[in-house]
C-alpha cells in the first residue's frame, strides 16, 4: 500500500471529528444504522486485502511555471505516480508521489 502523504493523517482526523460532532443531535435508531453499515464498511475493508481496486500510472506534466522548459513539451515534469479508481461512474485520481508503488 502506498504511502500516507504528509498531513493526511491530520486532515482525516479533522475530518472524522467533524463528522462525529454532526452525528450528536441524531436519534437513537439513526445512530445505530450508522453503526452497523461503519461495521460493514470494516468488514469490507479487511476483505479486501492490501491490493486495491484499480490501476497504477505513471506520468510526466507541465507545472504551469511561465518560462519552464516543460510549455513547450521539450521536457515535462516527473515520473509521478497515480492511482485510478472508478467510483460512482467517476474516474478518481490520486497521486502517490515520485516512487513507484509496490504493486504497480
Known sequence: ???????SAERTRRETEKVLKSLVSLPKASLERIRRRAEALIQEADCQGAEP?????????????AGCGCKTGAKLHGPYWYHYTREGGKLRRRYLGRSKPPGA
Not at 500500500?1 to 498531513?7: D, E, L, N, Q, R
Open 1 to 7: 500500500m502506498p504511502k500516507c502523504k504528509v498531513g
Open 53 to 65: 481496486k484499480g490501476h497504477y500510472r505513471a506520468e510526466y506534466v507541465k507545472c504551469g511555471r
